[in-house]
């Protein structure tokens, strides 16, 4: 089973916490769960929340519901419980629980957000040599040791949010290659099944490593489902998305680190033309329907720039129903 906090801690208690528990059965049949959240203790005075769930056998289902964190300024933990729930009458042994907790710290502000940089983009390597340049030879040359060492550092000046800009080297755009007709040639920052390219780095699985230290510390890690092409999210993109998603969850889904999903093609801030604007919410449409079946509880995240903006509402009314979280950005370089 698994939990996950939107947004992580920490928050300030003008928020309502998005949380959210998923439980896996992996029996052969179908089995029922309860799920009970607590606040700090598992007790029916710290009881949030509890609903019953049927599973089918080799499947993922979730809960969320929003808790309003006015009032409980501190360090607190969200406890989750998965159980099988008893018959009526039944005074038996209780059946197989799984329990799973995390962290919370709730600020008291007269603002949303807590004022801080909670965290950052990692890559591992920058996906333009031109631009990487100053940097890209150390990125390839830092060993397990190195990754380990960035996250430690990370956490000591309460960056505990990662985001890797993406798992897969191939820097091209929408329009702007022949994938389709060529197939994918870009090389992966890991060992992967779906593809053979390797890129040319010493440590042969950086987001293990990344993973498992940010597990000790309980930090949130959100791996780069890219990059097929900058901007693009025509079908192609969908299924090659899909794929790795699945590749991604398979191997590393078992760290509790694992926070979500990040999407690497980005986009302009006005989503492109009328096309692109389509395209765009039909993928988020599909895949966040595909990982949610993954796991239930694991948000999805875009990248956009801050150009264009005005003129996209309805757009992003299309749009934001098929995200969990949208992440603007801006550059240096952008005009006043």
Not at 138 to 143: I, K, P, S, V, Y
Not at 172 to 193: D, L, N, Q, V
Not at 221 to 240: I, N, Q, R, S
Not at 279 to 297: K, Q, S, T, Y
Request: include cysteine; charged fraction near 25%; aromatic fraction near 10%.
């Amino acid at each position: 089973m698994s939990l996950t906090l939107v947004p992580p801690s920490p928050v300030t208690e003008r928020i309502e916490l998005d949380i959210r528990g998923a439980v896996r059965n992996r029996a052969e049949a179908a089995r029922s769960f309860e799920l009970r959240f607590y606040l700090d203790e598992e007790s029916p005075g710290r009881l949030l929340r509890r609903e019953e769930v049927e599973v089918a056998p080799g499947e993922a289902r979730g809960v969320a519901f929003r808790w309003p964190a006015a009032g409980h300024a501190g360090k607190h933990r969200i406890i989750c419980i998965a159980a099988e729930p008893r018959a009526p009458g039944d005074a038996g042994p209780a059946g197989e629980s799984a329990r799973v907790s995390r962290p919370i710290e709730i600020l008291a502000s007269a603002a949303r957000s807590p004022g801080r940089l909670g965290g950052a983009w990692v890559d591992i390597y920058h996906h333009d040599e031109g631009e990487g340049r100053p940097f890209n030879a150390d990125l390839a040359a830092m060993t397990e040791g190195d990754w380990r060492a960035l996250v430690r550092a990370m956490h000591a000046v309460d960056q505990d949010i990662l985001v890797i800009t993406m798992m897969f080297q191939n820097f091209t755009h929408r329009g702007r290659h022949r994938i389709e007709a060529e197939g994918y040639r870009g090389k992966a920052y890991y060992p992967s099944k779906l593809f053979p390219g390797r890129m040319p780095i010493a440590c042969a699985d950086p987001l293990e490593v990344i993973l498992d230290a940010a597990d000790r510390l309980e930090m949130a890690v959100m791996p780069g489902v890219g990059c097929y092409a900058f901007f693009d999210y025509t079908p192609a993109a969908l299924a090659w998305h899909e794929a790795v998603a699945g590749e991604l969850w398979e191997r590393y889904g078992h760290h509790p680190s694992f926070y979500g999903w990040y999407v690497s093609g980005e986009k302009d801030g006005g989503l492109g033309g009328e096309e692109e604007r389509e395209e765009i919410a039909r993928f988020f449409g599909a895949f966040r329907d595909r990982v949610r079946r993954l796991a239930p509880d694991k948000p999805v995240m875009l990248a956009t720039n801050c150009y264009h903006l005005r003129g996209a509402e309805d757009a992003y009314r299309k749009l934001l129903p098929n995200l969990d979280i949208i992440c603007p950005f801006a550059f240096h370089r952008m005009p006043a």
